[in-house]
């Protein structure tokens, strides 16, 4: 068998806005405000610490207007102006970024989901029966991807959404997720819905009829009665300009193949100086610890543990279970960091 190969995709003002609002005010010695800079820092090192991603990628929102500025002039009007402290804290994260090495993205007029929907289509479509991806964000708007061989990591909640969990959330399968928020609407992206119908009635109309147009053709044949009926005619115009807003575009330029999102974690000095710029020492002393040193056998040996940071007792790497685990005869597990790697393969 060959093994999978999943790539992971961040998006990455999800991480900025949770880390900022998340962690106590926190600046440098000179007063620069880093606390959303170090909560994304150790986001990604949880990240790579637990799934040893092989291909990771990093997506922006586009600076510029998207064009659903366009189609719908009130899309994100609601949206308040980032906080002081936060805004040059945008600008650090994508030097981290940089000096971490990790594969990004970004497209001008472009916003992040329709970048992470079009990298999706375009992994999957490299090799459709092996390939898989693993969105790590907590948009809802995201989870109208999810199928067999895409997930939704939300590492705030620490929940993995596939397909059974998008249900369990919503009510609607993934491929209905569009049509809910074009019922429903969305307060975050001011998306207007259809005015009278909540949650609880999109998700009844979905099950019953499949597809916002099938609720707008029954409401209109006399299929569905009442005031419910009347809201969704007299709406059916905002729904369908939801449905804009809410479809995610899946076709923008971009290359993507394995090479360009391939990643491998070597922290290097240009690394450890901007960490030392931001004054994050504790996380400088445990990333230069990544830093593998050779042994008298000439293996290389993690310098925190002596872990051997590859096993060659007869089975691959430990860093490679994940993609070869079909190949997989046995691993040897000498402590505990090794151990809680295995639990975790085991769990997945």
């Not at 366009?70 to 040059?88: C, F, M, Q, V």
């Not at 916003?111 to 964000?137: G, Q, Y």
């Not at 090794?338 to 769990?347: F, G, N, R, Y």
Request: with cysteine.
């Amino acid at each position: 068998m060959k093994p999978f190969k999943t790539l992971y995709l961040v998006d990455i003002s999800s991480f900025i806005f949770r880390a900022f609002y998340a962690i106590r005010e926190l600046n440098t010695a000179s007063g620069q405000p880093v606390n959303a800079i170090y909560g994304v820092a150790n986001q990604l090192s949880r990240l790579i610490e637990v799934k040893q991603p092989d291909y990771l990628a990093v997506v922006y929102d586009s600076k510029e207007p998207s064009f659903r500025k366009t189609l719908y002039s009130d899309y994100k009007a609601n949206r308040d102006a980032p906080p002081e402290a936060l805004i040059p804290q945008f600008d650090g994260v994508e030097q981290l970024i940089r000096a971490m090495k990790i594969p990004s993205f970004r497209k001008s007029g472009i916003e992040a989901d329709d970048l992470i929907a079009t990298a999706t289509k375009k992994w999957i479509d490299l090799d459709p029966e092996h390939n898989r991806v693993v969105i790590v964000s907590g948009d809802k708007d995201l989870m109208a991807l999810v199928d067999s061989r895409v997930q939704i990591w939300d590492t705030m909640k620490e929940v993995f959404y596939s397909e059974h969990e998008v249900i369990e959330k919503f009510g609607v399968r993934p491929d209905q997720i569009r049509d809910y928020l074009s019922i429903v609407g969305d307060s975050s992206d001011n998306i207007p819905g259809i005015s009278g119908l909540g949650a609880k009635g999109a998700v009844a109309l979905l099950q019953e009829h499949q597809t916002l147009e099938n609720i707008i053709e029954a409401a209109k044949s006399g299929k569905i009665s009442g005031k419910r009926a009347q809201n969704i005619i007299d709406g059916q115009a905002s729904a369908k300009i939801s449905q804009e807003l809410a479809t995610l575009k899946m076709d923008c330029e971009m290359d993507l193949d394995n090479d360009s999102v391939m990643f491998t974690f070597r922290p290097d000095e240009n690394l450890f100086h901007l960490l030392n710029h931001f004054e994050f020492k504790t996380l400088e002393a445990k990333w230069r610890k990544k830093i593998p040193t050779p042994n008298a056998s000439g293996n290389h040996r993690d310098s925190q543990d002596g872990t051997q940071a590859e096993f060659n007792l007869g089975g691959p790497p430990l860093s490679s279970v994940r993609n070869d685990f079909p190949h997989l005869s046995f691993i040897c597990v000498r402590d505990k960091d090794s151990w809680a790697q295995l639990v975790d393969l085991i769990k997945e």
